[in-house]
């Protein structure tokens, strides 16, 4: 049986960062976009994020380590049998009566519902003259398809603006997918019946949201941050301005005797969050020309400025 751990190479003490960690570097190594010709790859890019998904769900790790559920987040058998039905430990026949249930002459309980779902109807199991019974009606359920795991590139701006995104799955089909409020990178959503085929049911497939970065834009919580280059007139007179945001260009109002680092607010302009959306803070970068003589010869005769600009640092 495989070890998630083993599998992404971490520490059964690991935390959720250094198993986050782990995944990263080996979700990298082997997407199947970087691996066309190597299904093995493939294979196991699948292996290793399905191990990431448990190892991160507080709950299913928990449970995993406690061993009820196996590296595929299925229910283990009770009891200690394992999936061919054979034994594994958890109860013994004797006159000491059934482990875990008590002994010292107590009536054994009834295990016929528990051993038709492992052994299946006939006879049943039987140890020496005696048994647990026959002719058991009901089987276990079937199990479903196992999941399938992806990875979705979503630029920066339609992860803040929350646009669908087209999905394609094994086999070449396609499906749009909503981005929930709160996505980040590393959000996982899942969806249901899109995995593999099984007796009983197909599994799902999960998808990992990775955001693309922006050549300007950067994301503070909810808020997307823009430095923004004005002209030194732009500075002085104020005026409207053009400025980008995640959903299209705007026009924006500089208020005049602006200066570099004066910070600008957008309501409404960033990521979705849970409880409401971000802003774009805009912060304002003066640009001043290197070789402009006109400019040059203003400043040398020019006497105003407000005095000293580093006063207030003590200097």
Same mark, same amino acid.
């Given at each position: 049986?495989?070890?998630?751990?083993?599998?992404?190479?971490v520490a059964?003490?690991?935390?959720?960062?250094?198993?986050?960690?782990?995944?990263?570097?080996?979700?990298?190594?082997?997407?199947?976009?970087?691996?066309k010709d190597?299904?093995?790859?493939?294979?196991?890019?699948?292996?290793?994020?399905?191990?990431?998904?448990?190892?991160?769900?507080?709950?299913?790790?928990?449970?995993?380590?406690?061993?009820?559920?196996?590296?595929?987040?299925?229910?283990?058998?009770?009891?200690?049998?394992?999936?061919?039905?054979?034994?594994?430990?958890?109860?013994?026949?004797?006159?000491?009566?059934?482990?875990?249930?008590?002994?010292?002459?107590?009536?054994?309980?009834?295990?016929?519902?528990?051993?038709?779902?492992?052994?299946?109807?006939?006879?049943?199991?039987?140890?020496?003259?005696?048994?647990?019974?026959?002719?058991?009606?009901?089987?276990?359920?079937?199990?479903?398809?196992?999941?399938?795991?992806? =990875?979705?590139?979503?630029?920066?701006?339609?992860?803040?603006?929350?646009?669908?995104? =087209?999905?394609?799955?094994?086999?070449? =089909?396609?499906?749009?997918?909503?981005?929930?409020?709160?996505?980040?990178?590393?959000?996982?959503?899942?969806?249901?019946?899109?995995?593999?085929?099984?007796?009983?049911?197909?599994?799902?497939?999960?998808?990992?949201?990775?955001?693309?970065?922006?050549?300007?834009?950067?994301?503070?919580?909810?808020?997307?941050?823009?430095?923004?280059?004005i002209s030194?007139?732009?500075?002085?007179?104020?005026?409207?301005?053009?400025?980008?945001?995640?959903?299209?260009?705007?026009?924006?109002?500089?208020?005049?005797?602006?200066?570099?680092?004066?910070?600008?607010?957008?309501?409404?302009?960033?990521?979705?969050?849970?409880?409401? =959306?971000?802003?774009?803070?805009?912060?304002?970068?003066?640009?001043?020309?290197?070789?402009?003589?006109?400019?040059?010869?203003?400043?040398?005769?020019?006497?105003?400025?407000?005095?000293?600009?580093?006063?207030?640092?003590?200097?």
């Open positions: 049986m495989a070890d998630l751990y083993a599998t992404l190479g059964r003490s690991a935390d959720e960062a250094a198993i986050k960690k782990a995944y990263r570097k080996l979700a990298k190594e082997l997407h199947p976009d970087r691996n190597n299904p093995k790859a493939t294979e196991r890019f699948a292996k290793v994020t399905q191990a990431y998904d448990i190892l991160t769900d507080k709950d299913k790790r928990a449970q995993y380590d406690r061993g009820e559920i196996d590296d595929e987040g299925n229910p283990r058998a009770p009891f200690g049998f394992s999936r061919g039905g054979q034994p594994g430990g958890g109860f013994r026949s004797g006159s000491g009566g059934f482990e875990g249930f008590g002994g010292g002459g107590a009536e054994a309980p009834d295990l016929s519902d528990l051993f038709e779902g492992l052994f299946g109807g006939g006879g049943g199991a039987r140890r020496g003259g005696g048994g647990f019974g026959g002719g058991f009606g009901r089987s276990a359920p079937p199990q479903k398809g196992a999941d399938v795991a992806y =990875r979705l590139s979503v630029p920066f701006e339609d992860a803040a603006a929350l646009k669908e995104q =087209r999905v394609t799955l094994s086999g070449g =089909r396609t499906l749009d997918v909503k981005l929930p409020k709160g996505v980040e990178d590393g959000t996982r959503i899942r969806l249901s019946g899109q995995g593999q085929a099984g007796p009983g049911g197909n599994g799902d497939a999960i998808v990992t949201i990775a955001v693309t970065p922006h050549r300007f834009f950067t994301r503070d919580g909810n808020d997307v941050r823009l430095n923004l280059p030194l007139a732009e500075a002085v007179q104020g005026g409207k301005v053009k400025i980008p945001t995640v959903e299209g260009a705007v026009m924006m109002a500089i208020p005049k005797g602006s200066t570099s680092g004066k910070v600008l607010r957008l309501k409404g302009r960033g990521f979705h969050g849970k409880s409401g =959306r971000g802003d774009q803070l805009v912060t304002l970068m003066v640009d001043v020309p290197t070789d402009d003589a006109d400019l040059a010869a203003f400043v040398e005769g020019w006497k105003g400025g407000g005095g000293n600009p580093r006063a207030g640092l003590g200097v």
